[in-house]
């Protein structure tokens, strides 16, 4: 079946760097990937989206990245601030495009 | 901005007994879907419902779970016999047209506890 994967459970890092935050998925045929961010207590909140058709997208301070060659989707934050420190989740569309099925998550701390 | 509703923020109820979790999706969304989060793991799809009918459901949505659209605002999750497993946050989403045209948006969430 279908699956995503993070590559680090947890990152830390210092107001004003920034950060990056790495996925891989399985399904070659893939075609619609979507990070989101959710705050304590709280749900997903929609991040950023690409589309196969694409390698880079861009957002406010955010930016990803998709190598369909090695399945792996990154997630670019620009001087990060202690406001973005969540967990991130990437996310694909199933092969039906009827359900996302998300990544266990990246813990995001940063520190001023 | 619009946002989806979920109500109660948090159910708790005692094993054997039926819980139902509320949500109120973007009004001018068409497409709803349930997913469910065990505490400190990653999101999973329940299931997603058009047009007055489910779309898809996991494996995890088994007989004891139902979905409706009661009136033209509301879209509920029933499960009729509460299990201790069942304990997780319960997120309810919607989007105005299927993915990957438009993407999900969740509501905060309902934590379910059953004891």
């Known amino acids: 079946g279908e699956s995503v994967g993070l590559h680090l459970p947890t990152l830390s890092v210092q107001e004003g760097d920034n950060s990056i935050i790495n996925c891989a998925y399985s399904n070659s045929a893939s075609d619609y990937f979507i990070w989101y961010k959710q705050e304590s207590g709280k749900g997903p909140q929609f991040i950023i989206d690409i589309r196969s058709n694409m390698d880079k997208r861009q957002g406010q301070r955010v930016t990803v990245l998709l190598n369909k060659t090695v399945k792996h989707l990154s997630l670019q934050i620009a001087a990060t601030q202690p406001g973005d420190s969540a967990v991130y989740f990437c996310?694909?569309?199933?092969?039906?495009?009827?359900?996302?099925?998300f990544g266990k998550g990246t813990t995001l701390s940063v520190s001023s | 901005e619009p946002e989806v509703t979920q109500t109660p923020s948090h159910q708790v109820t005692q094993m054997g007994q039926e819980v139902i979790l509320r949500c109120v999706p973007i009004s001018n969304h068409l497409y709803f879907y349930w997913y469910r989060q065990i505490l400190g793991q990653k999101v999973e799809f329940l299931v997603s419902?058009?047009?007055?009918?489910?779309?898809?459901k996991s494996e995890i949505f088994d007989d004891q779970f139902s979905v409706e659209r009661p009136d033209g605002s509301n879209f509920t999750l029933k499960i009729r016999s509460t299990k201790l497993e069942d304990s997780a946050m319960y997120f309810c989403a919607s989007s105005r047209t299927p993915n990957p045209n438009s993407p999900l948006h969740f509501g905060n969430g309902t934590r379910l506890t059953v004891t």
């Open positions: 419902f058009y047009n007055n009918e489910i779309s898809e």
């Open positions: 996310a694909v569309l199933n092969q039906a495009g009827t359900a996302l099925i």
